[in-house]
């Protein structure tokens, strides 16, 4: 009786528990409305407008289809621009992370600096690092990858240090009581055990920045995301809408192959 008590108690606790969370997000979500002045109604009554604006406006027509070839150009652009800044992020995140890593650290400082370091690239958006960059190099194609870049190195670098910390703990421990020295330790035990994830890892990325290079090309004035702004602000819907089909072909084709790439890795 006692025992099932408890039990009682508890789940009572977890239910009121996980109200008093249901209420608060309700509470934040009506009182954010009441200060934004949103209408979740006059959303909904919008709903059909734009399904109609998108159907009269937004589908590519021959005018769209002679852009094709400057639009597979800037695709292409951008697809390199992302492959580029998610290798060299991989390559600085895998350096870094050694260093973070609390299996592989040289000191308990270096560590600290190097994942606040890593936080404060993580935690600032893609974008925000553009308008930065795009404070002191302008708008060109180097902005972006810096952008991209990284972004990159503070996301990978905390997926690769937990990957070394989960991994090659144990190999780790094994060279180190054979009195192995810490490169030995690194390129011995640590890349062999996590080369299959720190590729997979890669391959996430370069989906990932793919869809932000779009919206930081409108910022960089390159790649297809310059090129949309152009479509759209030119009032040109049709060789917009063709844009948009065109990235999301893209970025399908990149995942799937990413996928597929990443099922033979692991």
């Known amino acids: 009786m006692t025992s099932a008590l408890a039990v009682r108690k508890v789940l009572l606790r977890r239910n009121l528990t996980f109200l008093g969370g249901l209420l608060v997000i309700g509470a934040l979500t009506a009182g954010s409305s009441v200060l934004t002045d949103f209408s979740f109604r006059d959303c ?13 406006n937004f589908i590519p027509n021959a005018r769209a289809v002679r852009a094709l070839p400057n639009i597979a150009m800037k695709l292409a652009e951008t697809i390199l621009v992302s492959v580029m800044a998610s290798v060299l992020g991989a390559a600085a995140a895998l350096a870094l992370a050694i260093l973070a890593s609390r299996t592989t650290r040289p000191h308990a400082t270096v560590t600290l600096l190097v994942r606040l370091i ?30 991209l870049f990284i972004g990159t190195v ?11 910390e989960e991994t090659a703990d144990s190999s780790v421990e094994a060279l180190r009581a054979s009195g192995a020295s810490w490169l030995q330790i690194v390129t011995q035990a640590v890349f062999p055990s996590i080369m299959p994830q720190i590729a997979s890892w890669m391959l996430y990325m370069v989906e990932t920045n793919i869809r ?11 790649g297809i995301g310059f ?6 602000k030119s009032m040109n819907y049709p ?3 063709l844009v948009v089909i ?6 399908i084709a990149i995942e799937t192959a990413s996928n597929a790439l990443r099922r033979v890795i692991l």
């Open 44 to 56: 909904l009554r919008s709903f059909p407008k734009a399904m109609q604006w998108l159907a009269a």
């Open 118 to 147: 890593a936080s404060v690239c993580r935690n600032i958006p893609v974008v925000a690092w553009a308008m930065i960059f795009l404070l002191s190099f302008g708008q060109n194609v180097l902005t972006g990858l810096l952008a």
């Open 154 to 164: 503070g996301y990978l670098t905390r997926a690769y240090t937990e990957v070394i």
């Open 212 to 222: 932000d290079a779009t919206l930081v090309g409108i910022l960089t004035g390159t």
């Open 227 to 232: 090129l949309f702004d152009v479509f759209y």
């Open 239 to 241: 060789s917009a809408a």
């Open 246 to 251: 065109g990235v999301v072909i893209v970025v």
